[in-house]
């Protein structure tokens, strides 16, 4: 081996793995030994760490999670590597999938060092990237949502043409959001929607003038950090924890104070939300899912069958699965649920693109997704045609 591999594991890095044990097996194989999740001990942290020194050999990982009855798969989705979080090397498991001991192989990458993450890994830092990139355009307004337990920035993201002559009131609300920090793929289906939106495709522009558009990409910043793939610092789930009865700072963890206050001050101002994306993954294609059909279905818009045409019509079938609609909406403490619940407005859960596929792919089904927003709530909200 020309240079011994050094696996470097040094916090605060844009991608970490809590309680992470790292042992040398020989001279490029290493083991990781993962932790489990707080509040869940069956769960494993995900394998997430920065590589030094490794450009011209290729690596072993084998991860493993010592739990005797694992309920989280170490192993459910690809890895990848990344010197940036632009460029991606997918790296499929060697095994089958087990959910207590599998290995990477890692080829030469050339790269001197780089980071290893679950999914296509997108931590606060690439987020800052594409902000920096998205808040040159003239209808972006970027502000803080609050800042996590760990004390990172909450971003949020406002975009709508402000010189369009539609008042902000009786525009479209559209709220994007990623709440599980581990879903990598799921933000950049969020960042694709972004870019579209910001494009100067005629279906875009007219959109910027007639709806406003808020996303908040990462609600759990401190996620990629540490490995966690659902929880926040306080090991919490962040997808169980909307509160029905309305926001608490005593009773809820502090990312969903935030974000359920966000959406209870829209809710009783002039600018409501209409409709709710919650962004997740699993594996296979991209699975939309409405949780519940709002009061301009019907009325505004057409009603869901148009939807789910909607749907064939802007979206690739080999990006994006045929359109479910949900009899019940989901447990009343996820967000797409609980707000269909509390505030009656259109949710929709956006499930699958967990598959490495190329990144492309996944920036392009959520550029269809916005498509679809675009051709569907069409005039406004308070029902004018476009002007
Ligand atoms: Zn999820």
Redesign the pocket.
């Known amino acids: 081996m020309p240079h011994p591999a050094d696996l470097d594991l040094r916090p605060p890095g844009p991608l970490g793995s809590e309680g992470i044990r790292l042992e040398r097996l020989g001279p490029a194989r290493f083991r990781a030994t993962l932790a489990a999740a707080r509040g869940f001990p069956a769960v494993p942290n995900a394998l997430q760490l920065r590589v030094r020194g490794a450009a011209d050999t290729p690596l072993e990982i084998e991860a493993v999670f010592e739990h005797p009855e694992p309920r989280g798969q170490l192993d459910e989705y690809f890895h990848s590597a990344t010197p940036n979080f632009a460029t991606f090397l997918p790296l499929p498991w060697l095994e089958p999938i087990n959910a207590r001991r599998n290995r990477l192989l890692i080829p030469a990458t050339g790269w001197d060092e780089f980071h290893l993450g679950m999914q296509f890994t997108y931590p606060a830092e690439a987020l800052d990237a594409h902000i920096a990139r998205w808040e040159r355009h003239p209808h972006v307004r970027i502000n803080l949502l609050g800042s996590s337990i760990e004390g990172r920035p909450i971003r949020r993201i406002t975009i709508t043409d402000t010189d369009s002559p539609v008042p902000l009131g009786a525009r479209w609300h559209h709220y994007l959001a990623n ?2 920090p581990g ?1 990598g793929n ?1 933000r950049w289906r969020i960042a694709g929607m972004i870019d579209w939106l910001l494009s100067d495709e005629p279906a875009a522009v007219d959109l910027r003038r007639r709806a406003i558009v808020t996303a908040v990409p990462l609600l759990c910043p401190d996620g990629p950090a540490n490995g966690w793939r ?1 929880v926040n610092a306080d090991g919490i789930d962040m ?1 169980r924890c909307f509160r029905l009865e309305g926001p608490d700072e005593r009773e809820q963890t502090r990312e969903a104070f935030l974000f359920q206050t966000e959406l209870e001050t829209l809710h009783h101002g002039p600018t409501p939300v209409d409709t709710l994306w919650c962004m ?2 699993w594996p296979g294609i991209v699975e939309p899912i409405m949780d519940g059909l709002g009061p301009e279905f019907g009325r505004q818009v057409g009603d869901f069958e148009a939807l789910a045409a909607a749907f064939r019509e802007h979206g690739s079938p080999e990006r994006i699965k045929p359109l479910r609609n949900r009899e019940q909406p989901g447990m009343p403490t996820t967000w797409n649920g609980g707000p269909r619940r509390r505030y009656g407005i259109t949710t929709a859960l956006i499930e699958g693109g967990g598959d490495p596929a190329v990144l492309d792919e996944h920036r392009l089904a959520g550029a269809e997704l916005m498509r679809i927003i675009a051709a569907f709530w069409r005039g406004t909200r308070a029902g004018s045609p476009p002007s």
Request: hydrophobic content about 10%.
């Open positions: 709440q599980h879903e799921a659902r997808n997740h993954t």
